[in-house]
């Protein structure tokens, strides 16, 4: 399985035209065919950044997959829906990642709906990190060994779970780079990590924010929140 990750800055007066561009026409268009679902529909949470900004991820079965998809936006019938896109948005930026090793099961595209869904908005942080040159498997095997179980921990200041571990493909976008997509269950301790220092046993020697920086010290954090339609709640 691979993921396309897009990034869209979006028009700002055309911002309910674009989600119904993707919810209408890309959504329902993918289910045409075998090769790919979307996954998410991200809204970029109010007051938490640049403002109409969307995340969309897109599953594609594997690399072949990938180019007819490719091919379909290009010549085939997914063009005319690409080009009338690009009056939505002003730019868009886009990554083609793997799964890690350790990330948790993703469901068969068969079961991802392509309509008709409505649910209550969840929340999600997206963290992006890149690992120091040569470091990256290095990163990859701590985060899942350390970083991840953590959250598990009751007593951890943060309630989410990773629901998607990710790397960027080589030559398909900035690398190394590390994304993990991880649900906010309670949001009580995110509004405590936004009005509140971190404490030192968090971020003090031993701790997984002090030892990772060995692998890592570039990190960027997005706090984002599905549409009501939104295949992945």
Do not use: C, N
């Not at 674009?18 to 970029?44: C, N, Q, T, V």
């Not at 010549?75 to 002003?90: C, K, N, P, S, V």
């Not at 309670?186 to 968090?202: G, R, Y």
Request: aromatic share 8%.
């Amino acid at each position: 399985m691979l993921f396309v990750h897009q990034l869209h800055k979006v028009v700002g007066k055309r911002a309910a035209a674009f989600e119904s561009h993707i919810r209408d026409g890309w959504m329902p268009l993918l289910g045409d065919g075998k090769d790919a679902r979307l996954a998410w529909y991200f809204d970029l949470a109010h007051g938490s950044g640049l403002a109409y900004r969307v995340v969309t991820i897109t599953a594609v079965r594997d690399g072949p997959a990938y180019l007819r998809l490719v091919e379909r936006m290009a010549r085939g019938d997914l063009r005319t829906w690409a080009r009338d896109l690009d009056g939505l948005q002003h730019e868009s930026h886009g990554r083609v990642l793997a799964p890690l090793p350790w990330s948790p099961p993703f469901p068969p595209l068969e079961d991802l709906a392509i309509g008709g869904v409505d649910h209550d908005p969840t929340m999600y942080m997206e963290d992006t990190m890149w690992p120091f040159p040569g470091k990256l498997r290095q990163y990859v095997e701590a985060a899942g060994a350390v970083y991840r179980p953590s959250l598990a921990d009751t007593d951890a200041r943060m309630h989410m779970s990773v629901a998607l571990g990710l790397e960027t493909m080589p030559g398909a976008g900035r690398s190394p780079e590390v994304t993990l997509l991880q649900q906010l269950s309670s949001l009580p301790p995110l509004i405590a990590l936004l009005t509140q220092d971190i404490p030192p046993e968090v971020t003090g020697p031993g701790s997984w924010m002090y030892e990772a920086l060995d692998l890592r010290d570039r990190r960027r954090s997005r706090l984002l929140r599905t549409a009501p339609w939104s295949p992945l709640p």
